[in-house]
């Protein structure tokens, strides 16, 4: 039967996929953890935070000051995930006796921070930009809808008027 990833170690290969994704969209290998924070929903970034700790602390993710990266464990730790996911048969043997995934498994198992979100919360995903923090703000509205209206009325108005003072004959 194929090995599936415990709770803990889905976890942890989620955070280095979100350290791995936001390095590769900003084109470098170490990351300020500023743009990973803006890259999750403001209510997660706690949680998110602190499986980055748990990382750090199993070996599988670097700081470099503010920055963090995928370290050379963290990669044969996802290496192994994508075995897993591959339904590789041999997988959890070679998992038992190679000389660097055998003691990251065991840390990712013994790290209770890398709990799972509660089941009513999904796991983290990026959102696309950065949240305002004002969700009632946010919404659509037909006052907010109203005004973006009436500005951009007011934008041609002023467009127009300027289009006439300039290319118009008097």
């Known amino acids: 039967m194929p090995r599936v990833l415990t709770d803990r170690e889905n976890v ?3 955070v280095l996929y979100l350290i791995m994704q936001t390095a590769t969209s900003l ?3 170490r990351v300020h953890l500023l743009e990973i924070a803006k890259r999750i929903e403001y209510h997660e970034r706690k949680m998110v935070l602190e499986w980055i ?3 750090i602390a ?3 993710a670097n700081m470099y000051g503010e920055e963090i990266a995928v370290s050379p464990k963290g990669q044969v730790f996802l290496a192994f995930t994508m075995q897993v996911a591959n339904s590789v ?3 959890d043997e070679d998992a038992r006796t190679h000389p660097v995934l055998a003691p990251v498994l065991a840390a990712i198992a013994a790290e209770s921070r890398f709990r799972p979100p509660p ?5 983290p995903q990026p959102v696309s930009k950065p949240p305002t923090g004002n969700s009632i703000a946010s919404e ?8 973006m209206l009436g500005v951009a009325l007011i934008a ?7 289009y006439l003072l300039l290319f118009k004959p008097h």
């Open 58 to 60: 199993c070996g599988i």
């Open 27 to 29: 084109k470098c290998e």
């Open 156 to 162: 041609w108005g002023l467009i127009y008027t300027v």
């Open 119 to 123: 089941s009513s919360v999904a796991p």
């Open 140 to 147: 659509k509205s037909p006052w907010t809808i109203g005004g």
């Open 12 to 14: 942890a290969a989620t």
């Open 53 to 55: 700790d748990s990382a």
């Open 89 to 91: 048969e041999t997988v």
